[in-house]
């Protein structure tokens, strides 16, 4: 299994890249922000690799991230989700934002991503509701528990003490901090914390 690629870009396309390590070109698939990442051929760089093996091909897809990676593999263990899937809801939505939309059962959300529809987003709430909160949710593949620093540990604490799930407050306090910002008060995080919660 290949698990990670370093070499030379040698072509950057709209769904992957070609990557040369050691005069071998391999065909890595890759979602629009990873290759976006990527700066122009010809250009060194590192993929972190997931393979697959179909009976009539060896695919591979890229990630610039451990997180994004591990949810690749985790969405595509949902029935009617591929590969194909899988990256265009980890292009629309990244690890953190993805926890975010599970826990509070925003189905919106996920069907912005191309190829998913009501159904497929209902069946993505219903079979990632309970692993969502221990996935990693940025870079680094760090699991998802907030740093329980400052008002978003506050209210991470306070949500929890009110009989919130871990993981689910985690998430709302996650999303609230993203759409007020990092400066926000302990009572506006925890307002709309729960507003989150209660959808």
Known sequence: MIARLAGVVVLRAADHCVIDVGGVGYLVHAAAPTLAALAPPPAITTLLIET????????????????????????????????????????????SALIAAIAAG????????????AKLAARLLAELRERAGAM?????????P?????AAGDALSALINLGYRRPDAQAAVARAEQELGAAAGLDALIRASLRLLAR
């Open 146 to 150: 907030m740093a329980a620093a400052g």
């Open 106 to 117: 925003d189905r919106a959300a996920l069907t912005r991503a191309p190829g998913v529809g």
């Open 52 to 95: 697959h093996l179909r009976e009539d091909a060896l695919m591979l897809y890229g990630f610039a991230e451990a997180a994004e990676r591990d949810w690749f593999r985790l969405l595509t263990t949902v029935p009617g989700v591929g590969a194909k899937v899988a990256l265009a809801i980890l292009a629309t939505l990244p690890p």
């Open 136 to 144: 990693p949710a940025e870079a680094g593949g760090a699991v998802s």
